[in-house]
């Protein structure tokens, strides 16, 4: 499956951003689909994860302010960010395909390009 992120951009404190991720392929809605992301200088960390049934799982970083779904008509997840802060600023990252570990990105089978959000302060 390919992906490609979509949605990022210059955002103030406080404000939203929602990033998309559209899968190519007809096997989407059998794939676990997820969130990472890589602020300079760091290693590439977990966000927000979401299983085929629909259970989700979040970094407690982002916890009650993120949001991420999936619409397997469109092929398309996404990642709802409100209440954004200077620290979300990072590239964002889908991924498609967890193993059992979906915290660890070594565990994804596949990945997108990445989308930059910047929050200014």
């Known amino acids: 499956v390919q992906l490609q992120a979509s949605g990022g951009g210059l955002v103030q404190a406080g404000g939203s951003l929602r990033l998309s991720c559209a899968a190519s392929g007809r096997s989407f809605r059998s794939y676990s689909m997820g969130w990472f992301r890589q602020a300079p200088g760091k290693e590439r960390e977990f966000v927000s994860y979401i299983h085929v049934s629909g259970s989700t799982s979040y970094a407690d970083s982002v916890k009650g302010r993120f949001t991420i779904s999936r619409d397997n008509a469109k092929n398309t997840g996404y990642l709802q960010m409100n209440s954004l802060k200077p620290e979300d600023t990072a590239v964002y990252y889908c991924?498609?395909?967890?193993?059992?570990?979906?915290?660890?990105?070594?565990?994804?089978?596949?990945w997108g390009q990445g989308t930059q959000v910047t929050v200014s302060s």
């Open positions: 991924a498609a395909q967890a193993g059992i570990r979906f915290q660890d990105r070594s565990n994804w089978g596949y």
